[in-house]
């Protein structure tokens, strides 16, 4: 079946510093991906996705590329914020136009320090 | 994207009480879904709300625990019954339109069992 894994958290880096945050995949077909991030005490908000073989997401300086040959979809950022600490979700879809359930990986905490 | 409110934000129950939590949408969607995410975890897919009929539950949730409504394409409700401390957890409502392969999630209910 479908799956998703993250590099497990917590991740500490100082403001300024550059993020990676892992995950793969497995799933039959082309699936979409995606990145959610959770703010402390709130619910999930869609940071970026991707729907097809080396697209590139991007927002809020967040960027992730969809890679077929690593399975891949590694969310990076080069200048992390002390408010860009949260918990950070990959997650994929199978189905492009109808309904299918989305499958969630582990989620990553990250902390930035001053 | 669609406009998510839940009702309440938070509450803090006896065990043995029920409590129920609404989603509200701005626009109609086809998809409402809820979710569970107990402390520290990742989402768990409790069940898909139908509109006009039964919701659709997943392995491990059944529907004398977790009653869902949803008599419109823009309103739902998740009901959690006979709680105990175990269901402590956040309940998130989201939502998917027909033709595109996007969650969207509300801000959560933050559920605390004594």
């Known amino acids: 079946g479908n799956s998703v894994t993250q590099m497990e958290g917590p991740v500490t880096l100082s403001e300024e510093a550059f993020l990676t945050i892992n995950c793969t995949y497995t799933a039959t077909g082309y699936p979409s991906l995606f990145w959610y991030v959770q703010y402390p005490g709130e619910g999930l908000q869609l940071l970026l996705k991707a729907t097809k073989a080396d697209d590139k997401g991007s927002n809020k300086g967040f960027e992730a590329t969809y890679r077929k040959e690593t399975t891949s979809f590694h969310l990076e950022k080069g200048s992390v914020q002390v408010s860009d600490s949260a918990v950070y979700f990959c997650a994929l879809s199978s189905m492009k136009t109808s309904y299918d359930k989305v499958i969630f990986g582990p989620g990553t905490s990250l902390s930035v320090i001053p | ?114």
């Open chain 2, 1 to 114: 994207s669609a406009v998510i409110s839940q009702k309440p934000s938070r509450d803090i129950c006896q065990r043995g009480t029920s409590l129920t939590i609404q989603c509200q949408v701005d626009s109609q969607v086809t998809m409402m879904f809820w979710y569970r995410q107990q402390p520290g975890q990742s989402l768990t897919l409790i069940a898909t709300a139908n509109q006009g009929s039964e919701a659709t539950y997943e392995s491990g949730f059944v529907i004398d625990k977790f009653p869902i409504s949803r008599p419109n394409l823009t309103f739902s409700t998740l009901t959690v019954s006979n709680m105990s401390p175990e269901d402590s957890s956040i309940y998130l409502c989201s939502v998917q339109t027909t033709r595109t392969d996007t969650q969207y999630f509300g801000p959560g209910t933050r559920l605390t069992v004594l």
